[in-house]
């Protein structure tokens, strides 16, 4: 008999998963009123045992990102590479958001799914204010970083741990000293995540029993076509677009890229947050696909916190999808208003579950379109959450792997290696 703790971690995270949804699905049909099992199973094991989980995974994004950040730009033999790196994987993020949105809108046009539908709902929603372009980029110098830090505004992290790597560097002997301590503590930290890596499958278990214990999947019944119009999306962009782009700017094989995926894209399909991924992103991108931490501690953090391209999806179809519903009849101006609107957005999104609704408040506004539309889409939108930050940080790690590549920073035999970074994962 093999053990469970034999087996590989991807495979015991599946495990965890698929019992997850197993046994939420048998208390939501055998059980619906039993309140013992709703108080003390769903609101008290699974609940508590999912958000230790998430919380675990969360308490090592600022430490980590902070540290290894530090460690990456002051090995940057020559600090202007960082203005090139951050230009290119700036303009990789848009651009790929861009094509994204393109795709959703275009699939979203093409099956039509809110035509012929009569959807009244009687939920309300209410659109936060979304942040300005302005403010968002004002907000990305930080006027005091411990508190960045305590709040967790990662662009103002990544700012202060630039200036800081840059001026280390510039040091001399004192700065050699810090940076020994950096690097011996972003050892410790990256041992810290995969301790925690390790409690995954448990942690995923009672976030999927949880989940579907509860989730409505009658709802989808209603929205049958919106939601697999925007799943087909996610799944092109993933498995057709990506592999293409990845072939074309990097010359790396797409299948190994997309294999060595799961473990990064499965945590991010449970806790529907890029930002708790962080720490799972990293280790995808350094360990298994061989990017030097140099890029990737810059990469990874920046595309968790501005490259949203399955919100992106979830976007174009839900605003051709409630224009249809309303009979409101978009012009290519609109769509095009839509495509850099949604793009800006994710920009300012940030990887934490349910921001990207409130982001389409902004989108469907730009193009006059009523917000209470967003209330239509709500019920099915936790599930769609999940699959699109897959996507999101599949995308972040993608365009890691080019930048690398492009500058000379990727470990090809690393890349090639199916069991590269496997070993790391175990305590
Ligand atoms: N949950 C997404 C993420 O963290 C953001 C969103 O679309 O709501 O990447």
């Keep these: 008999m093999?053990?469970?703790?034999?087996?590989?971690?991807?495979?015991?995270?599946?495990?965890?998963m698929f019992a997850g949804i197993l046994i939420g699905a048998i208390i939501q049909f055998g059980f619906p009123d039993n309140n013992f099992v709703k108080e003390y199973i769903v609101e008290g094991l699974f609940f508590v045992?999912?958000?230790v989980f998430v919380n675990s995974l969360k308490m090592l994004v600022v430490p980590l990102v902070f540290v290894s950040l530090i460690c990456g730009t002051c090995s940057l033999s020559d600090p202007s590479k960082l203005g090139r790196l951050g230009g290119k994987s700036i303009l990789l993020y848009l651009a790929t958001t861009a094509i994204?949105?393109?795709t959703a809108i275009t699939l979203a046009l093409v099956i039509a799914p809110g035509e012929g539908q009569d959807l009244v709902s009687d939920a309300t929603f209410a659109a936060k204010e979304a942040p300005s372009l302005s403010q968002v980029l004002v907000n990305i110098m930080p006027s005091n970083p411990i508190e960045s830090m305590a709040k967790g505004n990662m662009l103002q992290i990544i700012m202060f741990a630039l200036l800081f790597g840059i001026a280390i560097s510039l040091s001399g002997e004192s700065g050699k000293r810090i940076a020994d301590f950096f690097n011996d503590l972003n050892v410790?930290?990256?041992?810290?995540?995969v301790i925690l890596m390790n409690l995954a499958p448990y942690g995923v278990f009672f976030l999927m029993a949880k989940l579907f214990s509860e989730i409505e999947l009658s709802t989808i019944g209603n929205l049958l076509k919106y939601?697999?119009?925007v799943l087909l999306a996610l799944f092109i962009h993933a498995l057709v677009t990506y592999p293409v782009i990845l072939k074309l700017l990097s010359g790396l094989n797409p299948v190994i890229f997309i294999r060595k995926m799961r473990d990064a894209a499965l945590f991010a399909f449970s806790t529907a947050s890029s930002n708790a991924t962080i720490p799972v992103t990293l280790e995808t991108a350094t360990k298994k696909?061989?990017?030097?931490?140099n890029v990737a501690s810059f990469t990874v953090p920046l595309g968790a916190t501005i490259n949203m391209d399955g919100t992106a999806i979830m976007q174009g179809v839900a605003t051709v999808f409630i224009a249809q519903i309303y009979g409101v009849d978009l012009n290519i101006n609109d769509?095009?208003?839509v495509i850099l609107t949604a793009t800006l957005a994710s920009v300012g999104t940030a990887g934490v579950?349910?921001?990207g609704l409130i982001m389409l408040a902004m989108v469907l506004q730009q193009v006059g379109l009523p917000v209470e539309g967003i209330a239509l889409i709500m019920g099915v939108d936790r599930l769609l959450d999940m699959t699109r930050t897959a996507v999101n940080v599949t995308g972040d790690t993608m365009v890691t792997c080019i930048v690398a590549k492009s500058e000379k920073e990727l470990d090809i035999e690393v890349y090639r290696n199916p069991w590269a970074g496997h070993k790391d994962e175990r305590l």
């Design 49 to 51: 045992g999912g958000k």
């Design 353 to 355: 579950p349910g921001v």
């Design 100 to 102: 994204a949105i393109t």
């Design 227 to 229: 939601f697999l119009v």
């Design 2 to 16: 093999v053990s469970f703790k034999s087996l590989s971690l991807t495979t015991r995270i599946v495990i965890g």
């Design 335 to 337: 769509y095009l208003m």
């Design 188 to 193: 410790v930290v990256m041992k810290l995540v």
């Design 289 to 293: 696909m061989g990017v030097h931490n």
